[in-house]
């Protein structure tokens, strides 16, 4: 099963478009997972014309966006146990409030925010932030992540210098 995973698309605020880069991947997917941050809900429509779509609100989401998706939820893979949430909040940094958003055992948390790109464990917790296909904020690349799930769980960043 391959899943891309995106956060912090910005659009129209950061783009007007999804990066070729990441419509590429989206022709060969399995499963759409975005981490929150989408801010209008043309960004939905579009990615789901590729496949199925999971995803969370985030801080800066329009309404139909909040409609449409919680702000966490856990998603099944394969029997992988993957958790999603896109981190925003008060105290703490991101990351923490990520880790602190689920109680249960799982394998992996998915979130966004910072829109700095991550990857590692806690514990015995996968955490993934796919960085922003539309805003780099103070790195070289913008960034998605791709998982592949099947007895194992492997999950990797993508980094791209062009935005179009």
């Known amino acids: 099963m391959k899943i891309i995973v995106i956060s912090d698309t910005h659009i129209p605020g950061k783009a007007k ?3 070729e880069r990441l419509l590429r991947e989206l022709s060969e997917v399995d499963l759409i997972v975005h981490a929150g941050d989408w801010q209008t809900y043309s960004v939905y429509e579009e ?4 496949g199925p779509v999971e995803g969370v609100y985030g801080n800066v989401d329009d ?7 919680p702000e966490k939820k856990i998603i099944e893979a394969e029997g992988w146990k993957i958790g999603i949430t896109h981190g925003h909040g008060e105290r703490k940094t991101t990351e923490k409030r990520a880790a602190d958003a689920f109680e249960m055992p799982i394998d992996c948390i ?17 955490l993934f ?32 210098s062009d935005k179009m």
């Open 63 to 69: 309404k139909e966006i909040i409609q449409r998706f």
């Open 47 to 50: 990615i789901s014309e590729y």
């Open 110 to 126: 998915i979130f966004g925010h910072s829109h700095i790109p991550m990857l590692r464990y806690k514990g015995k917790t996968l």
């Open 129 to 160: 932030n796919p960085g922003s296909v539309t805003d780099k904020r103070k790195l070289p690349y913008y960034s998605f992540g791709i998982m592949e799930v099947t007895k194992q769980l492997s999950i990797k960043h993508v980094f791209y």
């Open 17 to 19: 478009k999804l990066p």
